[in-house]
């Protein structure tokens, strides 16, 4: 019964290198998401996969920013050229794409917390 | 353009007594709501949720009441327990009945529970 997991849980780099962040979620899950929480903000979506269909990408900040998801089962992150306004934590979740008792939970991770000096 | 706001940064509430966290939205197409608990240094934490087509919903000391004329929901704990420190955040969706979409969310509420 394991949990979404991320890794690293913490990141440090310096502005311009290029950093992967990896998620792995809930065994049959097939609804993966990405989230970044800014200090002092909300949760802001950045991208969602679901099964075979092309991922939603209308949250990603900058093409900058990618993701993919191998298999249907991990995900990684990757922010190139990395800028200090990318600082936050990277959070992932995951979900089933349709219940019949309409139930639409996710299912976070501890995030990655990324630091761009 | 913040489609859901939590107007409330920060509650303080004594133990025992109800803790009411608040939650407006403006996106007509939202159609199921959630609220989360977050810790520090955690991942948000899955706490309640609502459909649209009903106006509330109990768990154990937790509910959630759905106001669709007023664009409003409010989550209740009662009684408040210490255990319940912790930043609140409501979240919406527009996926449609029971599928998966990406969530909405609110700036959060940090709840303080004091004895």
């Known amino acids: 019964g394991a949990g979404v997991s991320q890794s690293p849980s913490n990141k440090v780099t310096e502005k311009g290198k290029d950093v992967e962040l990896r998620c792995d979620p809930i065994s049959g899950h097939t609804a993966l998401y990405w989230y970044r929480q800014s200090l002092g903000q909300g949760l802001e979506f950045l991208i969602y996969f679901q099964g075979n269909s092309a991922p939603d990408k209308s949250g990603l900040p900058s093409d900058r920013f990618s993701a993919e998801r191998t298999g249907g089962s991990v995900s990684t992150l990757t922010i190139q050229r990395t800028q200090q306004e990318d600082s936050a934590v990277y959070l992932c979740?995951?979900?089933?794409?349709?219940?019949?008792?309409?139930?639409?939970?996710?299912?976070f991770g501890p995030g990655t917390r990324l630091t761009v000096l | 353009d913040q489609q859901v706001k939590q107007n409330s940064p920060s509650l303080s509430v004594q133990e025992g007594r109800i803790s009411i966290l608040n939650c407006d939205y403006t996106n007509s197409m939202f159609d199921y709501f959630l609220w989360y608990k977050k810790y520090p240094a955690e991942g948000p934490t899955f706490l309640i949720s609502i459909s649209s087509i009903k106006d509330k919903n109990e768990d154990g000391r937790f509910t959630v009441f759905l106001n669709k004329s007023a664009k409003h929901l409010s989550l209740h704990i009662v009684p408040s327990q210490p255990g319940d420190s912790a930043v609140y955040f409501c979240a919406a969706s527009d996926g449609g009945p029971g599928t998966a979409s990406k969530l909405t969310f609110g700036t959060g509420t940090r709840l303080q529970v004091t004895l």
């Open positions: 979740a995951s979900s089933l794409a349709y219940t019949i008792s309409g139930e639409r939970s996710q299912y």
